[in-house]
T-cell receptor
Framework: QKEVEQNSGPLSVPEGAIASLNCTYSDRGSQSFFWYRQYSGKSPELIMS????GDKEDGRFTAQLNKASQYVSLLIRDSQPSDSATYLC????????????FGQGTELSVKP | DVKVTQSSRYLVKRTGEKVFLECVQDMDHENMFWYRQDPGLGLRLIYFSYDVKMKEKGDIPEGYSVSREKKERFSLILESASTNQTSMYLC?????????????FGPGTRLTVT
């Protein structure tokens, strides 16, 4: 069973803090990992993708991948109220073509 | 910029009606996907297609069918709408030649079946 798991939250952080979102997956052979942001009533928007172990930074966002431990995380530095959204982790498992498996999402609330 | 569009943002239909949801992408992507999203259940894959006239069942295909006559267009059909098909429907596309298969979503269609 291919699974992607996230804490549903809500995760509440004060404005300016670092928000840390975590995701674990079941298949050690997984190849590609993605973070999507979804505002209430809107569709998911791709914000980060990572394929190799280690960190990948893009502005205030850092994705971290540890394939040995089968987890991927997203750090949001200097969190802003506009970052309040649900964050979906998605994984492309080995031999699944173009299909992605999505986690249930973590709701993030950034308090002013 | 990748552009995925869906025919309607909001749709209200009656039980038993045949419903067509259309999705068009302008990036020449081979792969197209239909999901539904419900509170507490996350994103669930209904059908997907890797090529024109090709379709494969996802995790919850019952009550749905699809059509892909042109590369840029992928239609989801509810043959006889039922109230349990009230949901947010999301279309996505991705490039088959890409190493990592990032998917890009359309704006979604919120369907209510009464």
């Amino acid at each position: 069973q291919k699974e992607v798991e996230q804490n549903s939250g809500p995760l509440s952080v004060p404005e300016g803090a670092i928000a840390s979102l975590n995701c674990t997956y079941s298949d050690r052979g997984s190849q590609s990992f993605f973070w999507y942001r979804q505002y209430s009533g809107k569709s998911p928007e791709l914000i980060m993708s990572i394929y190799s172990n280690g960190d990948k930074e893009d502005g205030r966002f850092t994705a971290q991948l540890n394939k040995a431990s089968q987890y991927v995380s997203l750090l949001i530095r200097d969190s802003q109220p506009s970052d309040s959204a649900t964050y979906l982790c998605a994984v492309r498992f080995y031999n699944q073509g173009g299909k992605l498996i999505f986690g249930q999402g973590t709701e993030l609330s950034v308090k002013p | 910029d990748v552009k995925v569009t869906q025919s309607s943002r909001y749709l209200v239909k009656r039980t038993g009606e045949k419903v067509f949801l259309e999705c068009v992408q302008d990036m020449d992507h081979e792969n197209m996907f239909w999901y539904r999203q419900d509170p507490g259940l996350g994103l669930r894959l209904i059908y997907f297609s890797y090529d024109v006239k090709m379709k494969e069942k996802g995790d919850i295909p019952e009550g749905y069918s699809v059509s892909r006559e042109k590369k840029e267009r992928f239609s989801l059909i509810l043959e006889s709408a039922s109230t349990n098909q009230t949901s947010m429907y999301l279309c996505a596309s991705s490039f088959q030649g890409a190493r990592f298969h990032e998917q890009y979503f359309g704006p979604g269609t919120r369907l209510t079946v009464t």
